[in-house]
């Protein structure tokens, strides 16, 4: 058992703090230096002194109280607004900021349960349907809720998208949701929202759309020519999005969005209580206190960028994703699906991706690998432009050594905690 950790008797200064801090960090994952492509999202220099400034400058206020901090209240009014412009959302639309993906995507579903239960629907344990690539956190939020989750097989047909087909056969009368992804986090392919989209109007169902990876890079992406199809709230059967400030919109972390196409439907999402001896309490999402500086540097680095500046760091994530393909493509590897934003997984016919996966961790890259099928994973930031190269030199003489059952020693099946 490990030795339990007391309280000094005496604090430290800061000099010492400071110097135990660097060293504490010394051997965490190099993401400054181009090698990390999962958790960082590396925006370069100047956007991360910004969102150290802006997140210090809020760091001791509360967003739970919008009379005590008016100006976070403001802050939050605008980032959801711009969220709801870009993601063509009706007049009407409403959301909040979260803590991340898991928190937006559980209050998406506490919200649609909510709604069914108001309509008479799945008034003891529902159900909802989604496709096998669909994130981990929807089941995490249903364990918490005691909702059945149904997960339902990709198309066979090598695209990596949601079964429509499949999905519809999954539903039933307990249904309190349906889910696509823009973009799923294993391949990184946008399931096809306009065909779920039509299945949730023509079967009265609730659409959410996970965009938490793509909600602030596919509309970018789109703008510079890229093949980004229909995705958010443009379509008749969305209800909600949960979109990640923390990833590509560059923020500091934690901060999301939860959106919904109306005021209507936001209303089934708040906690409202007042039986208790204290003075009644209006939450929107499931935190009480809500960190000011993450609401204060997601504003900052949206006005801070706007849509010349997203334009420019996502079409530069776009190059470095087709120097990937082009580049491993070369040495062999198939690409998973037609990726079109920031996320990639390939895999090789001859070559286990996990051993591959090892030989470059020894070598410092952090990144990932895909389960289903076992295939390396990519999620790059504009930082990368600089160091793919030499990711992808490196990936070649790992081949090499793989290949001639040299490599392998360090093969690792990564798991993150």
Known sequence: MEKRIRLPEQGMTQDQLE?????????????????????????????????????????????????????????????????????????????????????????????????????????????IVLPQSAHLAFDKAAHLMDIEVRRVPLKTDGSYEADCTGMEAACDDDTIMIVGSAPNFPHGIIDPIPALSDLATQKDLWLHVDACVGGYFAPFAKMNGEPVPSFDIENEGVHSMSADLHKYGYAAKGASTVLFRSEELYSFMPFDMAGWSGAPMKTPTLAGTRPGGAISAAWAIMRFLGQDGYCWLQGKVCDTRKRVERGVKRLGFEILGSPVLGLIAFRHPDLHAYALYGEMYARGWFTSVTKEPPSLHLMLSPAHADFIDDYLSDLAEVCELVRRGEGGKQAVKPRYS
């Open 19 to 127: 110097a135990e801090l660097v060293e504490r960090g010394a051997n965490d994952a190099k993401w400054r230096d181009g090698k990390t492509a999962v958790y960082v999202f590396n925006a370069g220099l100047e956007i991360e002194r910004l969102q150290k400034l802006a997140y210090t400058s809020f760091m001791s206020e509360n967003g739970l109280g919008p009379l005590a901090f008016p100006s976070l209240a403001q802050m939050e009014r605008e980032v959801v607004s711009m969220a709801l412009d870009l993601l063509h959302a009706p007049s009407g639309a409403a959301g909040a900021i979260t803590s991340g993906g898991t928190d937006s995507i559980t209050m998406a579903i506490k919200t649609a349960r909510d709604f069914a239960r108001s309509k008479g629907r799945a008034l003891s344990v529902g159900n």
